[in-house]
């Protein structure tokens, strides 16, 4: 079966069962579409989270790096 037999199957398919169970195709499109934009904006989510995690590595790395330079500078002054 190619391509192009499969979307024409995929959408004869939609129209029956939406006919079958008296919901709007138009509606199923649109939930679809609604589905599709939740599932972006999970990733873009995820994305995010991932920006926040690696930010916060770099700042905990940087606060161990001031803390040696402190600790050095102490160490200096005592001597």
Known sequence: M???KTII???????????FVGVDKE????AYDAVQ????????LRDVENYLSDATSQIETAEEFVN????????WKNE
Do not use: P, Q, Y
């Not at 199957?9 to 006919?19: K, N």
């Not at 509606?27 to 649109?30: A, H, L, P, T």
């Open 68 to 75: 040696n330079i402190r600790m050095i500078v102490e160490t």
């Open 37 to 44: 934009t939740l599932s972006k904006g999970m990733d873009d």
């Open 9 to 19: 199957f995929a959408l004869d398919l939609l129209d029956a069962v939406s006919e």
């Open 2 to 4: 190619n391509v192009t």
């Open 27 to 30: 509606d199923v499109k649109d």
